[in-house]
């Protein structure tokens, strides 16, 4: 794999990195062997070593694919496949037959760990589609991933979740701060640092604004906010930033839910019930995904609540058996 010099979190070079293993592999392949090729690392043009950084090793195995027109890619993990839900949390969680690349990508940058977003990426242009499998369980059928729905699917396909989070607040003090140029910067700082941004929110009149981010990114994403908003923060322009780490992120995903009526609602009300505070909400625009942020010590029974309320399980069997019926 020819990657740039991005060390340690490489991307691939595509047209280079085929036409090396077209004289590579496809020799091998014409003459009946199997190659069997590592993961994770690559080199630059020049040769200097290279690793892909996080998911690297499955996203090798896409970028192989992509080079080499495959039929298809499949994966194998520990898992039946994606599912309905983490089975540690939700005892009724089951497999899904198929899920988009879109739902795919959603669900592993939520907190999935069937597959690593960056995964899908090499794949969408020719649209090859992914089977996510288990090295133990060889029977069972897995799940397929494909660029589109192949049936018609309403509402959510399913909910993940991602406890070791913490939400970062930042609040302005005084009006002559320019609330959009403060989020811009923010974010700006946060990039520096390689921090994912899982969940952004703002509210108010002030637009004060939050932040969602991986627990382990935390020190370098403060030190990096500290720095760009010094002079603010001295003066009295902002209020100190508050970092929360009793919270956790939920995900529900579904290329179904766009315009469905009264989801939203279903979704905080089964949460309140529970006596779950929400802490923030975010929703883009494509309403693929809803996220929430609520207090770490409800997040499981969060989980589930939404997991029941949606009718998950049932709802995956009922669309499986329509989907194998119709292959």
């Known amino acids: 794999m020819v990657t740039d010099a991005e060390f340690g979190n490489a991307n691939p070079l595509l047209d280079l990195t085929r036409e090396r293993a077209t004289q590579k592999l496809i020799p091998l392949i014409e003459g009946g062997m199997i190659p069997v090729l590592t993961g994770f690392n690559g080199a630059t043009v020049d040769g200097r070593p290279t690793t892909l950084g996080r998911g690297g090793s499955d996203f090798s195995a896409a970028i192989i694919a992509s080079v080499m027109d495959a039929a298809e890619l499949w994966i194998w993990s520990d898992v039946d496949g994606i599912m309905t839900a983490d089975p540690r949390l939700v005892k009724d969680a089951a497999v899904l037959n198929e899920v988009t690349y879109s739902e795919a990508a959603e669900l592993a940058y939520n907190g ?28 069972a059928p897995g799940t397929r991933i494909v660029p589109h729905p192949t049936t018609d699917v309403r509402g959510p396909r399913a ?9 970062v607040s930042v609040n302005t003090a005084k009006s002559a701060v320019n609330p959009t140029a403060i989020m811009g910067r923010a974010l700006d700082a ?38 760009e908003f010094a002079l603010e923060l001295a003066h009295g322009y902002l209020e100190p930033v508050d970092v929360d780490t009793e919270v956790g992120l939920l995900a529900i995903v579904g290329e179904g839910m766009q315009g469905t009526p009264g989801l939203a609602g279903r979704i905080f009300t089964a949460i309140s019930r529970e006596n779950v505070n929400i802490i923030a ?47």
């Open 112 to 139: 999935a760990k069937v597959l690593h977003p960056r995964t899908l990426a090499p794949l969408v242009e020719k649209a090859i589609p992914v089977w996510s499998k288990n090295s133990f369980n060889l029977s």
């Open 281 to 327: 909400i975010a929703q883009g625009s494509s309403e693929l995904t809803i996220a929430v942020v609520v207090i770490r010590s409800g997040l499981e029974k969060a989980v589930q609540a939404i997991h029941r309320e949606c009718g998950l399980a049932e709802l995956a069997g009922a669309r499986d058996s329509a989907a194998f019926v119709s292959q």
């Open 190 to 227: 946060l990039a520096r640092t390689d921090s994912e941004v899982l969940a952004f929110t703002s509210s108010s009149y002030r637009q004060s604004f939050c932040f969602l981010i991986r627990k382990e990114e935390l020190p370098g994403a403060m030190e990096s906010v500290q720095a």
């Open 159 to 167: 909910v993940t979740s991602m406890p070791n989070v913490v939400l």
